[in-house]
């Protein structure tokens, strides 16, 4: 996940805090039955860790993402989401049920993506071409132009595609120049083998 992602992810969740809990607090107290008199503090609560959210990814969003307490914000997340769910579920009110099961599995997705995305990019390159990850395979004969700059490998194909790929690890110069020439050479040896379009 980008920056932005993880970022827009914790307004979003802080935003819904600060709507649902601002709603429950706002409800007449008429409305509220002696048994539902907690809600107004419950709801102030809500809107407050809402607003705190809300205002960690705004003014300190550099230093949350590149922490730990990325980690402790999305727990207080799903913690408060939880809550809601739970109860809005005991009491059978099922549209604020909705709103904070979506909202939990947003930010359980969000979570697990944050946490996977982070892994390293392999690069193998041998005489049958690039792979990267074992996902991406990229046949000599079908790549035209071949750079790696500033750990950013740009493979440029013949069917006017064009792929970047962050790559991890210190690069010297020699070799990078190395490893260009070695794949232009490659490059060149298997030109005969591409397919022609008619």
Same mark, same amino acid.
């Given at each position: 996940?980008?920056?932005?992602?993880?970022?827009?992810?914790?307004?979003?969740?802080?935003?819904?805090?600060?709507?649902?809990?601002?709603?429950?607090?706002l409800v007449p107290d008429?409305?509220?039955?002696?048994?539902?008199?907690?809600?107004?503090?419950?709801?102030?609560?809500?809107?407050?860790?809402?607003?705190?959210?809300?205002?960690?990814?705004?003014?300190?969003?550099?230093?949350?993402?590149?922490?730990?307490?990325?980690?402790?914000?999305?727990?207080?997340?799903?913690?408060?989401?939880?809550?809601?769910?739970?109860?809005?579920?005991?009491?059978?009110?099922?549209?604020?049920?909705?709103?904070?099961?979506?909202?939990?599995?947003?930010?359980?997705?969000?979570?697990?993506?944050?946490?996977?995305?982070?892994? !390293?990019?392999?690069?193998?390159?041998?005489?049958?071409? +690039?792979? /990267?990850? =074992? *996902?991406?395979?990229?046949?000599?004969? %079908?790549?035209?132009?071949l750079r790696l700059r500033?750990?950013?490998?740009?493979?440029?194909?013949?069917?006017?595609?064009?792929?970047?790929?962050?790559?991890?690890?210190?690069?010297?110069?020699? !070799?990078?120049?190395?490893?260009?020439?070695?794949?232009? +050479?490659? /490059?060149? =040896? *298997?030109?005969?083998?591409?397919?022609? %379009?008619?």
């Amino acid at each position: 996940m980008k920056r932005n992602q993880v970022t827009g992810m914790h307004l979003m969740a802080g935003l819904l805090l600060l709507v649902m809990g601002l709603l429950t607090w706002l409800v007449p107290d008429a409305v509220k039955q002696t048994e539902f008199s907690f809600l107004n503090w419950a709801g102030l609560l809500i809107a407050f860790t809402g607003a705190i959210i809300i205002f960690l990814s705004i003014f300190y969003n550099k230093k949350l993402i590149q922490s730990n307490f990325n980690f402790v914000l999305r727990l207080i997340e799903i913690v408060a989401m939880g809550a809601i769910l739970i109860y809005s579920l005991l009491k059978e009110w099922y549209l604020p049920a909705a709103y904070s099961a979506a909202a939990t599995l947003g930010i359980l997705l969000a979570y697990y993506w944050e946490k996977t995305g982070k892994k !390293d990019q392999v690069l193998v390159c041998d005489d049958n071409g +690039i792979s /990267i990850d =074992a *996902k991406h395979r990229f046949s000599w004969q %079908e790549i035209q132009n071949l750079r790696l700059r500033h750990n950013i490998l740009t493979i440029d194909c013949h069917n006017n595609k064009l792929y970047q790929y962050k790559l991890t690890g210190n690069y010297q110069q020699t !070799d990078r120049e190395t490893f260009e020439s070695y794949c232009s +050479i490659q /490059i060149q =040896a *298997k030109k005969h083998l591409k397919q022609k %379009e008619w």
